[in-house]
C-alpha cells in the first residue's frame, strides 16, 4: 500500500493536494438504450503538474468519496501529448489509423516524441498513484489504444495500490484540533480533468468546503478541462456538524472562468471517442453552460482549440480550458507560486525605524 503522505519526505518540502474526481461512468441523455459511457480522469492534466513540482513538492491525494480514481484510457490517445497542438492534429492523426497501410508500430515510430512524452507521464503515474483501474475501451476509441489499454493494465497491476483521502475525511481532520493535518499547509490544490469531474465536482458541499477554506488561507486553486465545473461546488459550504448550507455571498463569483466549450464537446460527440457510433449522442448537461447558470463568467475565446489559462487573484483561482493548455497552466502556476512567496517574504521583513 502506497501512503500518499510521506514521513519521511524531506522537511524542506512544500506541500500539495490533489484532487481527482472517482467518476467511472459518464451519464448520456442520448441514445435511450445507452445510459452511460466509461469514464475518467485524463492524465496529460495531472503528470504534467506532477513533473513540475515533485522534487519540492510532497503531494497528499484525495477524491470526493476516496475510492481510488479511474484513468481515463482514452486521455492517453497520442494526440493528447501534442498539448497547443491537439486542436489541427486530431482529426489528421484519426484519420491515421483507420488507413489501410496502418501498423501500430508504424504510428509510433512516426510520432516518437509524442510516444516519449506518454511514457514519462506513465511513469509519474507509476510514482504517485500506483495501481489504479484504467477505462474500458469505448466503441469509437482510437485503434492505437486497443493495443496500448493492454500494456498499461499490465504495468498497473503490478504496483502496489494507492490510498486516496475522501473530502469529508479532509475537513473533519482540518476541523480537529488533535490531528496536524490542516488545509492550510498546502500551498495549492490542483484538480485535473476529463469527464469524470462532470459526476461528482458539480454542486459537492464537501468540494465547496475545501475550496472556501483554501480561498480564506491564500491557497492557489487550479482547475482544468472539466475540473472547473467545481467552481458550482462554492455555492455550498458544510457546517461543524457536517450539514450543507447555501453560502450567502460568494466571493468566488469574481472569478471568470474557462473550461471546455459547448462547441468542443459537441465536436466530440459527433466525431471522437464519446460518439455511440451511428447514435446521435447527447451528455445530461455541457459544463459552461453549468458554470454559466451558477452565475459565473466565461471567458471568451476566438480559437476554441487554442490554450487559454486565467486566473483571479482575488480568489486565487487558476482555470485552463483542456489538455491544450496544460503546459502553460503549469507554468503559470509555477509563476503564482512564486509570486505569493516573494510577496510573503516581503512582508515578513520588519520595517527599518
Given amino acids: 500500500m502506497i501512503s500518499n503522505e510521506n514521513k519521511f519526505a524531506p522537511a524542506t518540502k512544500r506541500r500539495a493536494l ?42 497528499t491525494f484525495a477524491t470526493p468519496d476516496g475510492n481510488s480514481p479511474q484513468l481515463d484510457i482514452n486521455g492517453l490517445a497520442l494526440v493528447m501529448h501534442s498539448v497547443a ?95 496536524p493535518f490542516k488545509l492550510t499547509d498546502f500551498d495549492f490544490i490542483h484538480n485535473p480533468g476529463g469527464n469524470a469531474p462532470m459526476i461528482d465536482f458539480r454542486d459537492n458541499p464537501w468540494l465547496g468546503e475545501i475550496l472556501h477554506v483554501a ?62 457510433p451511428g447514435k446521435k449522442t447527447r451528455l445530461t448537461y455541457f459544463v459552461d453552460k453549468a458554470i454559466k447558470e451558477a452565475g459565473f463568467k466565461l471567458a471568451k475565446a476566438l480559437n476554441i482549440a487554442a490554450p487559454q489559462v486565467v486566473y483571479e487573484p482575488s480568489v486565487q483561482l487558476l482555470t485552463g480550458n483542456g489538455p491544450q493548455a496544460v503546459d502553460m497552466q503549469s507554468a503559470k502556476l509555477r509563476s503564482i507560486l512564486t509570486s505569493t512567496r516573494a510577496n510573503h517574504a516581503r512582508e515578513s521583513i520588519p520595517a527599518v525605524l
Fill in 215 to 276: 480561498r480564506e488561507n491564500g491557497v492557489i486553486i487550479s482547475l482544468i478541462c472539466h475540473a472547473p465545473v467545481a467552481v458550482t461546488s462554492t455555492r455550498q459550504r458544510v457546517d461543524e456538524q457536517g450539514r450543507p448550507y447555501f453560502v450567502k455571498s460568494n466571493p468566488f463569483l469574481a472569478a471568470t472562468i474557462t473550461t471546455v466549450p459547448t462547441i468542443g464537446e459537441l465536436f466530440a460527440l459527433r466525431y471522437l471517442y464519446l460518439r455511440v
Fill in 18 to 59: 490533489i484532487i481527482i474526481s472517482s467518476g467511472r461512468q459518464l451519464p448520456l441523455s442520448e441514445p435511450a438504450e445507452v445510459k452511460s459511457i466509461s469514464t475518467g480522469f485524463f492524465l496529460i492534466e495531472l503528470a504534467q503538474v506532477l513533473k513540475e513540482f515533485e522534487n519540492e513538492y510532497e503531494f
Fill in 85 to 179: 497542438n491537439i486542436g489541427y492534429k486530431t482529426i489528421p492523426m484519426r484519420a491515421e489509423q483507420f488507413r489501410s497501410s496502418y501498423t501500430v508500430d508504424a504510428f509510433r515510430k512516426r510520432h516518437s516524441k509524442l510516444v516519449a512524452r506518454r511514457e514519462q507521464e506513465v511513469q509519474l503515474l507509476e510514482r504517485h498513484l500506483g495501481r489504479i483501474p484504467v477505462s474500458e475501451l469505448l466503441p469509437n476509441g482510437e485503434p492505437e489504444l486497443i493495443a496500448y489499454r493492454a500494456e498499461l493494465v499490465s504495468r498497473l497491476e503490478k504496483l502496489p495500490q494507492t490510498t486516496f483521502h475522501s473530502l469529508p475525511e479532509l475537513v473533519q481532520r482540518h476541523r480537529d484540533p488533535a490531528d
